[in-house]
């Protein structure tokens, strides 16, 4: 009985220590109502495939202000309030200010 626990406890460790499988995020192609052709994201953003209606719909989005949202590579802003600083800022990744850490 002891020797089937411990079996099933370094299974279960050894299973936990493995990387999960990336999951497949290709596009799944479909066709909206209207007929117009639509790649669907697992994100659930979707895009048109014709170039000229991605278009208009990429200048329609920009004009949300939930669609303007701060850069991943930017630093700061805490729910929308401060300084967001771009890299290339001078005070961009300067860490602590602190001349005990320095």
Request: glycine share 8%; aromatic share 6%.
């Amino acid at each position: 009985m002891i020797w089937c626990l411990c079996c099933g406890l370094s299974a279960a460790a050894q299973a936990q220590s493995q990387p999960a499988a990336e999951p497949d995020r290709t596009p799944v192609e479909a066709t909206t109502a209207s007929g117009d052709k639509v790649l669907l994201y697992p994100t659930g953003r979707w895009e048109f495939v014709d170039a000229k209606k991605a278009e208009v719909a990429r200048k329609a989005a920009a004009q949300y202000p939930e669609n303007n949202v701060r850069p991943a590579e930017a630093q700061g802003g805490l729910f929308g309030v401060g300084r967001t600083l771009m890299p290339g800022d001078k005070d961009y990744n300067r860490g602590s200010l602190s001349p005990k850490t320095r």
